[in-house]
């Protein structure tokens, strides 16, 4: 008999599974702040935050919509990694309610003081952390416990942005961090998925080079980009910081390029990984040129590479994909769904070309505009299938008699 994925229980279809309302939610955090942080930054609308208006942004981007995605993603995968049952049903409504709550928390903190509102914000990713080791750990699945590395990270990050914020005006160093943090998390877990589902694909459809298992390369290049990552965040000045950044950017240009994913044009849902990943060099090569030759490339270029292309482009990604497949769905990517990758991966090309040229605030505007019709646009093109109960397996039809 089959293992039951789900728990029968008095609950709605939304809090079966962790990438329900995770997905969900987070795709309508990406949007709307993204609307709303425009009018913020030329001062036509305030928040009552303890954060300066681009502190908020950001923050709301590491910490609002990108846990949102990790944790659904986490929820999801954990259970196949481990064969148990999903967290589901009241302990999920929890941890939905505390990341909820946190939003609301650093959107008020200046009324509500900015350490109570600290407090609120990072405990969800600490429950996060807690109930994804306690399930691998139950489920002695023990080499994935390495995902909570980066995790770990994050919610590190979260606390210095904080603190930064506080003591300083102004977060600094926990941007990086975050940010860093997520690309290695895109690193690890991107190096398993894309050529993973990039040779299903090929063995099925186009037989001919498959993509090179993970391996000796995938470890090296994978802590190179930790350490460069790492010298990022805390030294981006440095000389020895840009040498080792490019070296990275090398590494992971290579590793995309022996992934196959110049085959794979005939299939939206894979390829869109193979491009989202190729921002992690891009952001890697331009994080290391602002360290060598600051004046020719800007920082900014290197933070929206990460974050509206690796971040940005490889969560959609994922989450098309799962809501596909964990909702009974075949997984073929509607127009609709190739239309919200192209928003995606054009908003953040346009982004990237905003910080060659800040007073061209029409480039900022367009790039706004395509992130937030990407992210509301999931919303409207999914929203249905999160919310409504896994479609039934489709039985053959019986021969005649």
């Not at 939003?103 to 009324?111: K, L």
């Not at 600290?118 to 390495?146: M, P, Q, S, T, Y």
């Not at 998390?185 to 991107?190: A, E, K």
């Not at 590793?255 to 110049?262: E, K």
Request: proline fraction near 6%; glycine fraction near 10%; charge should be positive.
């Amino acid at each position: 008999m089959a293992i039951p994925r789900t728990r029968p229980g008095n609950y709605p279809a939304v809090l079966s599974y962790g990438f329900r309302p995770f997905f969900l939610l987070a795709s309508l955090q990406a949007g709307g702040a993204i609307l709303f942080w425009l009018p913020l930054f030329y001062g036509d609308l305030d928040t009552q935050s303890a954060f300066a208006p681009v502190d908020w942004h950001i923050h709301e981007m590491l910490f609002g919509y990108l846990t949102a995605v990790v944790t659904g993603f986490l929820l999801t995968a954990i259970p196949n990694w481990t064969g148990r049952l999903p967290v589901q049903g009241t302990p999920l409504l929890l941890l939905v309610l505390l990341w909820l709550a946190g939003r609301m928390a650093v959107f008020f903190s200046g009324s509500l003081g900015w350490l109570p509102a600290a407090v609120v914000d990072c405990a969800f990713l600490l429950a996060v952390a807690a109930a994804a080791a306690i399930e691998i750990v139950a489920g002695r699945n023990w080499r994935n416990l390495k995902v909570l590395a980066p995790v770990s990270v994050l919610f590190a990050a979260n606390v210095v942005f904080h603190v930064e914020a506080h003591a300083l005006g102004a977060s600094d160093l926990a941007r990086r961090l975050g940010i860093g943090a997520a690309i290695v998390l895109i690193m690890v877990i991107g190096g398993r998925i894309i050529p993973s589902f990039t040779r299903n694909w090929l063995a099925r459809e186009n037989p001919g080079r498959l993509p090179t298992p993970f391996g000796r390369f995938d470890a090296v290049a994978i802590t190179i980009s930790a350490l460069a990552l790492a010298a990022w965040a805390f030294v981006p000045e440095r000389t020895g910081t840009g040498v080792v950044l490019v070296a990275a950017a090398t590494f992971n240009a290579a590793r995309l390029a022996r992934w196959a994913g110049y085959r794979t044009t005939r299939d939206p849902l894979v390829l869109v990984l193979h491009v989202a990943y190729a921002f992690v060099p891009l952001g890697l090569l331009l994080a290391g040129c602002a360290a060598l030759a600051p004046d020719s490339v800007p920082e900014a270029a290197a933070v929206h590479a990460f974050g509206v292309g690796a971040i940005g482009s490889m969560t959609l990604a994922v989450m098309t994909r799962a809501t596909l497949g964990h909702t009974g769905r075949d997984l073929k990517a509607s127009g609709g769904t190739v239309a919200i990758y192209a928003c995606v991966v054009l908003a953040a090309l346009l982004r990237i070309l905003a910080a060659f040229d800040p007073g061209r605030d029409m480039l900022i505007h367009a790039s706004a505009g395509l992130w937030a019709a990407a992210f509301l646009g999931y919303a409207a093109l999914y929203g249905g299938m999160l919310v409504s109960p896994k479609l039934k397996a489709r039985q053959p039809n019986r021969a005649p008699a």
